[in-house]
């Protein structure tokens, strides 16, 4: 495919349970990101990946979250215990290695509605 | 902390009509500022990618220019059009090793026909 892919789309859990949402960035981009986007706002920066190794976490909100991208290709997402603030869209995103032009590619998201 | 404002968070205009997003950072410290539109269930769109060492990009019917300095950039949409309807957002890319982008909550466009 041509561009970020996220599986699933639309997720629904009851509070407790443990979530994992799939991101497959770009063939080829070495960078992946995690944003957070509650309703009506702006996403907010959760995670960065280059290549396997995750630089910057310091938008996690709690242990609870956590990810990795073992091969440094398609990562995933974890959120254990889900509560009802855990709601929201959440993207991935991809870029080149190239800072000075990199545009980062945004997947469509997946949805998570925690009841 | 960086802080992105966006004004208006939402906007109506006829059809044919020129208009301003504007968009505000606390920072100045930035490598680039970007627009993104957001269609309704769709992931981001982006729109230009301006260095901060540059003061304006175009495509198209769009324009956006930055002031660093002052903290601010503006997203010109010259001739709307119906198809022009979405979110647009303003995103901060920080100076130094940093990678992630800092996101204003956006303007909700409606161009009526």
């Known amino acids: 495919g041509a561009g970020v892919s996220q599986s699933p789309r639309y997720k629904v859990a009851k509070r407790g349970q443990d979530v994992a949402l799939r991101c497959d960035p770009i063939?080829?981009?070495?960078?992946l990101f995690w944003y957070q986007q509650a309703l009506g706002q702006g996403p907010e920066f959760l995670t960065y990946f280059q290549n396997e190794a995750q630089l910057d976490k310091s938008g996690l909100p709690s242990d609870r979250f956590f990810a990795e991208r073992p091969e440094g290709s398609v990562s995933t997402l974890k959120i254990q215990r889900t509560q009802q603030e855990d709601s929201a869209v959440y993207l991935c995103a991809s870029s080149t290695w190239d800072r000075y032009t990199d545009t980062q590619y945004f997947g469509p998201g997946t949805r998570l509605t925690v009841l | 902390k960086q802080e992105v404002t966006q004004i208006p968070a939402a906007l109506s205009v006829p059809e044919g009509e020129n208009l301003v997003l504007n968009c505000s950072f606390t920072?100045?410290?930035?490598?680039?500022l970007q627009w993104f539109r957001q269609d309704p269930g769709k992931g981001l769109t982006s729109l230009l990618l301006?260095?901060?060492?540059?003061r304006e990009q175009t495509s198209g019917r769009l324009n956006a220019s930055l002031d660093k300095s002052s903290g601010r950039s503006t997203l010109y949409i010259a001739a709307s059009q119906p198809g022009d309807s979405a979110t647009y957002l303003c995103?901060?890319?920080?100076?130094?090793?940093?990678?992630?982008?800092?996101f204003g909550s956006g303007t909700q466009l409606t161009v009526l026909p």
């Open positions: 920072d100045s410290a930035i490598y680039n």
């Open positions: 063939s080829g981009h070495v960078s």
């Open positions: 995103a901060v890319s920080p100076s130094g090793s940093a990678r992630q982008l800092t």
């Open positions: 301006i260095q901060s060492s540059q």
